[in-house]
């Protein structure tokens, strides 16, 4: 069934701002269709203007790397993105450079290491049998107990090279128009559904106005009590932080939950700081999570200025995320036994409210695991 009040029209459907149509994976981000908003900065044209080629990125840093054609193989296949005021950050003439490192294809995506897939977390086999009675539907994905996350697009603002995502059919797992349509009538026929997890994709790439009309279609659904975002803009860039987005996240009777993706201190700048206070300043729990990648931020220094500037910020740090093996992303995966001892360093340095939580992702699990720790029965990880 439709939710109260939901549009099924064509040409009324919520997301048609956004969407280039509902053909495979051709989106075109808000900024092709709207003006930018007075209140807010103007983000549309940060998306517009990013950097979609490695030749362009090191040109802007003057970066100097030798060309080596499995690079180019990688770029092909995962291109580069990455929007000015994340650029703006790195540092010039640095081939190491933490930021630039999560965006620069590198020869080594190509390899094939044995354990890394295509599909690590098994969002594939996900389309499975019906939960519940209810069958699974497009752009909606069933993992944890009580929770479901939806996806209503493709496009982020940023590629991060160890995306697990990175090699998702989104065009054939029906994230379009329809699909979230289908996806809404499935969340309101499974009454075990309290919390909404916008995901994709990177949801803030989305208007305005379609947040708000999406957001108010879930609260019309009764049993529906929280509405969690998975976002890297407010990071990357900040000004997307609107006051549209605010009144977005904040006029519905669900509770807003916003997490946020930092994974190096010097993400959280003066600017990204005041963007997330705002966040939290309207009323919205603001939480981040990283991913451990080695050269980036496996080491106790940088992991505890990232907490510390995360704190001071009012986002709360939530995960530190073993890397999820997805192919092309072996080079950044870190020992457990490091990432462990990391953590170790981190409550000897930390109050216990600025020491993520080591997780991993493991495949069929109703829950993110702890890493290093004795797994208990599932329902003692259902919180996590």
């Known amino acids: 069934m439709t939710p109260s009040g939901a549009k099924t029209g064509s040409n009324a459907e919520w997301g048609q701002d956004v969407l280039a149509g509902d053909a495979g994976n051709q989106w075109a981000p808000a900024w092709q269709r709207e003006t930018p908003d007075p209140c807010g900065g103007d983000w549309r044209g940060e998306l517009k203007d990013a950097i979609r080629s490695g030749k362009e990125l090191c040109e802007r840093l003057a970066i100097r790397r030798s060309r080596h054609s499995d690079e180019a193989t990688a770029e092909r296949d995962f291109p580069v993105l990455a929007p000015p005021f994340f650029v703006s950050k790195m540092r010039r003439g640095d081939p190491r450079d933490p930021l630039f490192l999560q965006v620069a294809a590198a020869a080594e995506e190509t390899l094939d290491v044995p354990g890394f897939s295509r599909d690590p977390v098994g969002e594939a086999d996900l389309a499975g049998a019906p939960e519940n009675g209810v069958h699974p539907a497009p752009a909606l994905l069933k993992k944890y107990a009580g929770r479901a996350l939806l996806m209503p697009t493709a496009a982020c603002a940023v590629h991060c090279r160890y995306c697990f995502r990175r090699h998702y059919p989104y065009g054939e797992r029906g994230v379009n128009t329809a699909g979230v349509a289908a996806a809404l009538d499935a969340i309101a026929a499974d009454q075990t559904i309290r919390e909404v997890i916008l995901s994709g994709g990177d949801p803030l790439t989305l208007a305005d106005t379609s947040l708000e009309e999406l ?84 080491d106790a220094d940088t992991l505890t200025e990232l907490c510390q500037r995360l704190v001071n910020a009012k986002a709360m740090p939530y995960y530190l995320h073993q890397l999820d093996r997805v192919a092309g992303a072996a080079h950044f995966e870190v020992e457990e036994a490091r990432g462990r001892g990391l953590i170790e ?40």
């Open 215 to 298: 957001a108010g279609q879930i609260a019309r659904i009764p049993h529906v009590t929280r509405l969690r975002v998975h976002t890297r803009l407010p990071v990357v860039i900040p000004s997307r932080v609107t006051d549209g987005l605010l009144a977005a996240l904040t006029a519905t009777r669900l509770t807003p939950i916003m997490v946020v993706h930092a994974n190096h201190p010097r993400e959280i700048c003066e600017t990204v700081a005041a963007a997330i206070g705002r966040i939290v300043g309207a009323g919205v729990p603001t939480l981040n999570q990283s991913v451990l990648l080695k050269g980036i931020n496996d």
């Open 345 to 384: 360093q981190l409550r000897t340095r930390l109050a216990g409210y600025a020491v993520p939580r080591y997780v991993r992702e493991v495949v069929g699990k109703g829950s993110k695991i702890p890493v290093g720790e004795r797994p208990r029965s599932q329902a003692g990880y259902e919180q996590l």
